[in-house]
């Protein structure tokens, strides 16, 4: 009798723990698909997004709903992807059988990578001192400028390649990877701005 009467007692604290449980989960997933909607929503004002919607959304749990920390993800997505750019750029100007030419524009172009990163890493820092500050305008215009800044110095990389005589595989995918990061900071960009217009 005893052993049923504990039986029946633990078969009601696992049902009362599947059922909190369940509840903890379908709320995590609620939030979830919030957080998902918000940026997919978000990312339909810039001007490529699905890309900006496939490199944010993994970040959903921390952006939440929150246009700043959605704009200082999109930011640091960008940073990751010039850094990772630039160092594969320095790796193919290494390359043999490159000519003199095709050399000089992937040096070129570290340089304004290079540049990129400097000016995506101060719009990063600059967007840390906003709860800081009250100069909100001011931040933003500066975070704007740099990240203009960076947009201009990859489409100046990009244009380097133009007509080059370059390996073709090599070509594409110096072209891709430049564009992608173009994109990334265009839709930080929007994003950036987006911010400022809510906030202003």
């Given at each position: 009798m005893e052993r049923s009467s504990a039986l029946a007692n633990l078969a009601t604290k696992l049902l009362v723990c599947l059922a909190?449980?369940?509840y903890i989960i379908s709320i995590s997933s609620a939030q979830t698909s919030t957080n998902t909607q918000f940026i997919r929503t978000s990312?339909?004002?810039?001007?490529?997004?699905?890309?900006?919607y496939t490199s944010l959304s993994s970040h959903a749990n921390l952006i939440q709903t929150s246009p700043k920390l959605l704009t200082s993800t999109a930011l640091n997505v960008t940073l990751n992807k010039a850094r990772s750019t630039s160092a594969m750029m320095v790796r193919l100007s290494r390359a043999h059988g490159m000519k003199p030419r095709e050399v000089g524009a992937m040096q070129?172009?570290?340089?304004?990578l290079s540049s990129t990163v400097d000016e995506l890493r101060r719009s990063i820092h600059e967007m840390g001192q906003i709860k800081r500050s009250s100069n909100f305008g001011l931040i933003m215009n500066d975070v704007q400028t740099w990240v203009s800044a960076a947009l201009t110095d990859e489409n100046t990389c990009s244009d380097g390649f133009t007509g080059s005589t370059m390996n073709g595989n090599t070509k594409t995918v110096v072209r891709n990877a430049i564009l992608t990061i173009a994109h990334l900071t265009s839709n930080a960009l929007a994003l950036i701005n987006r911010y400022a217009e809510l906030q202003g």
């Open positions: 909190i449980c369940s990312c339909s004002k810039t001007t490529y997004p699905r890309l900006c070129d172009c570290v340089e304004e």
